[in-house]
T-cell receptor
Framework: GDSVTQMEGPVTLSEEAFLTINCTYT??????LFWYVQYPGEGLQLLLK?????DKGSNKGFEATYRKETTSFHLEKGSVQVSDSAVYFC???????????????FGTGTQLKVEL | GAGVSQSPSNKVTEKGKDVELRCDPI?????LYWYRQRLGQGLEFLIY????????KSGLPSDRFSAERTGESVSTLTIQRTQQEDSAVYLC?????????????FGNGTRLTVT
C-alpha cells in the first residue's frame, strides 16, 4: 500500500539557519502531496501542497517540490524562526476513493526546534 | 466555534471499559474523518463520513471500534472493551467537501490512555 517516510526528529536549529526535512513516498498511482504542521497546543493545519510532478508548493517561506523521479517531497526553508518550532507531517492523498473521500497517508512527523 | 472541536481532550480509562470520543466539525463541512496516532507512529486513517453515511470504514482496526455521525454535525467514535493498544491520540478532521482539493481541518485530538 501507499506509505510516507520522513526523517526522524527532533531537528534542532539556530534561528536563521536553513531547514530541510526529507520526505519520500511510495504510491501506486499519482498522488497529491502535502505538508501539514502542528504548532504547540494546536491542531494539524495544511502548510502547502503539490498535486502533480514538478509542482512546487509554497507558504510562509516554506517550499517543497514534487519530484516523481525520486518520489520525494522535501520541505525547505531558507531562514527559520523560533515561531517555526512545531511538528511537521508529510502526507499523500490517494485521490478519489470510496465515496469520494480525501484519505491521507501520513508520515510519523518530524519535530523542529528553533533556538535563538 | 471556528475550528474543529474534540472532547474530552484527555481520557484515562481502565482496560475493558467503553469510551466515547466526540468531534464537532466546522459548520458546513460535509466530510469528516477520524484518525489515530499511536506513540512514534504516523496518523492512521480510521473512518470517513460524507454527511451521516460512512462510505469508507476500512481503517477501523476491529469490531470494538464504531463511529456514527448525526447529519452533517457531531460524530462520536466509540471503543468498546478498551485494550492497552488502543492508547493513542484520536484526531478528527473535517472538510468542506470530500474531494482531494478540499483541505482537512484538524481538531486538537483526544489523548486516550488505557491502564
Amino acid at each position: 500500500g501507499d506509505s510516507v517516510t520522513q526523517m526522524e526528529g527532533p531537528v534542532t536549529l539556530s534561528e536563521e539557519a536553513f531547514l530541510t526535512i526529507n520526505c519520500t513516498y511510495t504510491a501506486t498511482g499519482y498522488p497529491s502531496l502535502f505538508w501539514y504542521v502542528q504548532y504547540p497546543g494546536e491542531g494539524l493545519q495544511l502548510l502547502l501542497k503539490a498535486t502533480k510532478a514538478d509542482d512546487k508548493g509554497s507558504n510562509k517561506g516554506f517550499e517543497a517540490t514534487y519530484r516523481k523521479e525520486t518520489t520525494s517531497f522535501h520541505l525547505e526553508k531558507g531562514s527559520v524562526q523560533v515561531s517555526d518550532s512545531a511538528v511537521y507531517f508529510c502526507a499523500l492523498s490517494e485521490g478519489r476513493v470510496t465515496g469520494g473521500g480525501n484519505k491521507l497517508t501520513f508520515g510519523t512527523g518530524t519535530q523542529l526546534k528553533v533556538e535563538l | 466555534g471556528a475550528g474543529v472541536s474534540q472532547s474530552p481532550s484527555n481520557k484515562v480509562t481502565e482496560k475493558g471499559k467503553d469510551v466515547e470520543l466526540r468531534c464537532d466539525p466546522i459548520s458546513g463541512h460535509t466530510a469528516l474523518y477520524w484518525y489515530r496516532q499511536r506513540l512514534g507512529q504516523g496518523l492512521e486513517f480510521l473512518i470517513y463520513f460524507q454527511g451521516n453515511s460512512a462510505p469508507d470504514k476500512s481503517g477501523l482496526p476491529s469490531d470494538r471500534f464504531s463511529a456514527e455521525r448525526t447529519g452533517e454535525s457531531v460524530s462520536t467514535l466509540t471503543i468498546q472493551r478498551t485494550q492497552q493498544e488502543d492508547s493513542a491520540v484520536y484526531l478528527c478532521a473535517s472538510s468542506r467537501a470530500g474531494g482531494e482539493n478540499s483541505p482537512l481541518h484538524f481538531g486538537n485530538g483526544t489523548r486516550l490512555t488505557v491502564t
